[in-house]
């Protein structure tokens, strides 16, 4: 089992940059496909990035691809989520996720644990 807590979130203007942190618990989190997921209030959530075991592959949601970057540091059980060129429509609560699989899934069921998430919003 794995607990994760978010954190970097906050309020940034628009074309600006954050970098978000997920922080996991266990021994085993080197074994876990990490993902990320955002929602809006009446939305549904929606895939982000997700990252593999050795962090060699990655995949993003077509929004937000060529301005977020995700990364992990197994030795340190933590993945980071880099967010540039920040828009208003990226305003949202970020969730960090985990599963066990191997395939880097883009569905929210197919991951097994999530943090509480940590609100970013970006004005115009």
């Known amino acids: 089992q794995v607990q994760l807590v978010e954190s970097g979130g906050g309020l940034v203007q628009a074309g600006g940059s954050l970098r978000l942190s997920c922080a996991a618990s266990?021994?085993?989190?080197?074994?876990?496909?990490m993902g990320w997921f955002r929602q809006t209030p009446g939305k549904e959530r929606e895939f982000v990035s997700a990252?593999?075991?050795?962090?060699?592959?990655?995949v993003y949601g077509d929004s937000v691809k060529g301005r977020f970057s995700l990364s992990r540091d197994n030795a340190q059980n933590t993945v980071y989520l880099q967010m540039n060129s920040l828009k208003p429509e990226d305003t949202a609560v970020y969730y960090c996720?985990?599963?066990?699989?191997?395939?880097?899934?883009?569905?929210?069921?197919?991951?097994?644990?999530w943090g509480p998430g940590t609100q970013v919003t970006v004005s115009s």
């Open positions: 996720a985990a599963q066990g699989g191997v395939l880097l899934y883009v569905e929210e069921e197919k991951y097994d644990y």
């Open positions: 266990g021994r085993t989190f080197r074994s876990y496909v």
């Open positions: 990252i593999s075991w050795s962090g060699g592959s990655t």
